[in-house]
């Protein structure tokens, strides 16, 4: 009988944790990263790759870097290279996200110092479940050289 | 029965066919065959013949002063976060693929940004990426003349209390006699580049 109880004691536990996780959003970030600036350079940008359990937005990002942070997304027309403000990234449940060179990025605006490799920045980053929940998730980004190429050479297509 | 190339008549043919294969090699294309680029063949366009702009010594610069180079020329500004660090990085990455003949490669980035692009930031800029790379500014007035040239687009969006600039974001480049030859597009690899500056470098 007690095996029975701690059995299914384990089992409700567990069946109760599952069920709260598909209730809210749960995001993963990985692969964070900023570019780098050079001295007097005002703008720079983040990315990374995001991954939501179950369907969620990433509806803001803020950083102690500076008080304008934006998301944005990269499009090109033609050979015309257009930036936008973008309210919101849909994060599809399962699906990974990718905030790249050539996508969406975080931008960080007036800037009021150089971003320099080697260092950390710190972000919150804030997403939104289908039930309008939010959650914030805490993230130190690495700063990689200004050079960062987006793809390696042989990947030409 | 085996004729081989020990055949002095075999043998001739062998080395008069290796001959002119080897010729056509070296000397590419001019067989009677045309060329073929990765990037869109501009040649004899009649736009895009020079430009008038500031380096950030504050010297002024035309395209003469980079004969005998192939020129890479990119217009974007320094608060881009991606296709303009990408396109200097290609830059870059295309410059050792040449190897010695890197030395022969003029990369120049004109900045679409008057406001906030100092001569300062450019420089560190463009030097971030290879210091033999070479930014190019002009006033407002000046840089809407040079972009008129070049058919590239340029216009100023509000973000937030900022901006950010739409625009243009090819390459072109000039063989060494000073001659706009190619569009290279931004989704193309810096090998696809460098292929095509090591063309025009071989064929004068």
Redesign the interface.
């Known amino acids: 009988m007690k095996q029975f109880i701690r059995t299914f004691t384990a089992a409700a536990v567990l069946a109760l944790s599952a069920g709260s996780a598909f209730a809210q959003a749960n995001v993963s970030v990985k692969d964070a990263w900023v570019r780098a600036t050079v001295p007097q350079q005002k703008a720079t940008g983040a990315f990374m790759q995001l991954q939501a359990a179950s369907d969620s937005k990433f509806v803001s990002a803020s950083s102690p870097l500076t008080p304008t942070v934006e998301v944005h997304e990269m499009a090109m027309q033609g050979d015309v290279m257009r930036m936008r403000q973008v309210p919101a990234v849909e994060l599809p449940a399962g699906k990974q996200v990718e905030l790249k060179p050539g996508g969406y990025h975080i931008m960080l605006l007036n800037l009021k110092a150089q971003v320099k490799e080697g260092d950390t920045v710190p972000f919150t980053l804030v997403f939104e479940g289908k039930d309008g929940k939010r959650e914030t998730v805490d993230i130190k980004a690495p700063v990689k050289a200004l050079t960062t190429a987006a793809k390696p050479a042989h990947a030409g297509h | 029965m085996n004729q081989g190339i020990s055949n002095p008549a075999s043998r001739r043919a062998f080395v008069l066919a290796g001959a002119t294969i080897a010729l056509g090699l070296v000397s590419g294309c001019s067989l009677g065959g045309s060329v073929s680029f990765n990037g869109t063949d501009i040649t004899g366009a009649d736009f895009g013949r020079d430009f008038r702009l500031k380096d950030p010594s504050g010297q002024e610069r035309t395209l003469a002063d980079f004969k005998d180079k192939v020129v890479l020329i990119f217009f974007g500004f320094?608060?881009?976060?991606?296709?303009c660090?990408?396109a200097?990085?290609?830059a870059?990455?295309v410059k050792t693929?040449l190897g010695p003949d890197g030395d022969r490669l003029q990369v120049l980035f004109v900045s679409v940004d008057p406001e906030?692009d100092?001569p300062?930031?450019l420089n560190?800029?463009t030097?971030?990426?290879d210091p033999t790379f070479l930014a190019l500014y002009g006033d407002a007035d000046r840089l809407a003349e040079t972009a008129k040239e070049f058919k590239v687009?340029y216009q100023k969006?509000p973000?937030?209390?900022?901006y950010?600039i739409?625009?243009?974001?090819?390459t072109y480049a000039f063989d060494t006699e000073g001659k706009l030859r190619l569009k290279l597009?931004?989704?193309?690899?810096?090998?696809?580049y460098a292929a095509d500056v090591r063309k025009l470098l071989h064929s004068a």
Request: proline share 5%.
């Open positions: 320094t608060q881009c976060p991606d296709v660090p990408t200097l990085a290609r870059a990455e693929l906030r100092t300062e930031v560190a800029y030097a971030a990426f687009i969006v973000t937030g209390d900022s950010t739409d625009h243009t974001s090819v597009s931004h989704s193309q690899s810096a090998i696809e």
